[in-house]
């Protein structure tokens, strides 16, 4: 992780790499850093880390707002590994009806 230079990726490492390690402190903090620092811009990363954590709420809050920002990296949602587990939820269909993206 000493060889990320972005801050928003070591941040993002930081949250998803800690919160399976039970270090639940430092994957939060790292994670509303995240959203000081990418919130406004990159609101599918922080989707991402809440997905990562099975926080669908969270998840689906952000992902609405990366659509609402017509956020590019959002067409990979359908594919992206990380919302896997969202995929069952009626939100998900919602979405990809919004996106107007067929259901799986």
Same mark, same amino acid.
């Given at each position: 992780?000493?060889?990320?230079t972005a801050?928003?990726?070591?941040?993002?490492?930081?949250?998803?790499?800690?919160?399976?390690?039970?270090?639940?402190?430092?994957?939060?903090?790292?994670?509303?850093?995240?959203?000081?620092? =990418?919130?406004?811009? /990159? +609101?599918?990363?922080? *989707?991402?880390?809440?997905?990562? !954590?099975?926080? @669908?709420? $969270?998840?689906?809050?952000?992902?609405?707002?990366?659509?609402?920002?017509?956020?590019?990296?959002?067409? =990979?949602?359908?594919? /992206? +590994?990380?919302?896997? *587990?969202l995929h069952?939820?009626? !939100?998900?269909? @919602?979405? $990809?009806?919004?996106?107007?993206?067929?259901?799986?």
């Amino acid at each position: 992780m000493s060889k990320v230079t972005a801050e928003s990726g070591r941040l993002g490492l930081t949250a998803a790499l800690e919160h399976p390690r039970g270090h639940e402190d430092a994957a939060r903090a790292a994670l509303a850093a995240l959203k000081q620092h =990418e919130g406004a811009t /990159d +609101p599918y990363s922080i *989707a991402v880390e809440h997905a990562w !954590r099975r926080e @669908a709420d $969270l998840a689906f809050e952000w992902l609405e707002k990366a659509f609402d920002l017509h956020q590019g990296g959002l067409s =990979e949602v359908k594919v /992206d +590994p990380w919302f896997k *587990a969202l995929h069952a939820d009626a !939100r998900y269909t @919602a979405l $990809l009806k919004k996106m107007n993206l067929p259901a799986d």
